[in-house]
T-cell receptor, first 112, second 113 residues
Framework: KQEVTQIPAALSVPEGENLVLNCSFT??????LQWFRQDPGKGLTSLLL?????REQTSGRLNASLDKSSGRSTLYIAASQPGDSATYLC???????????FGSGTRLQVQP | DAGVTQSPTHLIKTRGQQVTLRCSPK?????VSWYQQALGQGPQFIFQ???????QRGNFPDRFSGHQFPNYSSELNVNALLLGDSALYLC????????????FGQGTRLTVV
């Protein structure tokens, strides 16, 4: 059974810092990996989708990397802003299925 | 292009009652999945519908059931509500073929009292 772990659980940084969020998964036979953002009480917004054949995906100040062999992905946020404050979740499809397995998320707070 | 829409936004029910949540997928998507998210946790997969049939199911009791209509929209039904069913219910849509992104709705906050 696929398990996804996100470290750290919470993070508080001053505005302008570059930061890295970590995601690890136990079964490397994945189709892709997706990073989401969730504001309190709201739904999930897709940030980046990395296909299993890719190593990196970039969108604006966000860069996600994927290392299938080690079962790890990182989300890099450059020049953080208070508006980046949210919970960030990574998710992978279960082996042989398309249901997503999520980590518990990293709660990010960017201080102005 | 409308994204995934869910209704209602909030709902309060009494223990033992039944509830129906609704979801309209993103235009062009044919697959709908439902997730339950408890406070402080990641979403947990309930089930997935494609071609009006339940294709995959997570570890949820039979009190949770669903339906998909010919226009790809979907309903989630929960019978005999328990206090522990209080959660944010999320609907996601995607395409059955290819490594495509899952897009989520804004969720329905269900409170069971």
């Amino acid at each position: 059974k696929q398990e996804v772990t996100q470290i750290p659980a919470a993070l508080s940084v001053p505005e302008g810092e570059n930061l890295v969020l970590n995601c690890s998964f136990t079964d490397s036979a994945i189709y892709n990996l997706q990073w989401f953002r969730q504001d309190p009480g709201k739904g999930l917004t897709s940030l980046l989708l990395i296909q299993s054949s890719q190593r990196e995906q970039t969108s604006g100040r966000l860069n996600a990397s994927l290392d299938k062999s080690s079962g790890r992905s990182t989300l890099y946020i450059a020049a953080s802003q208070p508006g980046d404050s949210a919970t960030y979740l990574c998710a992978v499809p279960d082996t042989g299925r398309r249901a997503l397995t999520f980590g518990s998320g990293t709660r990010l707070q960017v201080q102005p | 292009d409308a994204g995934v829409t869910q209704s209602p936004t909030h709902l309060i029910k009494t223990r033992g009652q039944q509830v129906t949540l609704r979801c309209s997928p993103k235009s062009g998507h044919d697959t709908v999945s439902w997730y339950q998210q408890a406070l402080g946790q990641g979403p947990q997969f309930i089930f997935q519908y494609y071609e009006e049939e339940e294709r995959q199911r997570g570890n949820f009791p039979d009190r949770f059931s669903g339906h998909q209509f010919p226009n790809y929209s979907s309903e989630l039904n929960v019978n005999a509500l328990l206090l522990g069913d209080s959660a944010l219910y999320l609907c996601a849509s995607s395409l059955v073929r290819g490594n495509t992104e899952a897009f989520f709705g804004q969720g329905t906050r269900l409170t069971v009292v």
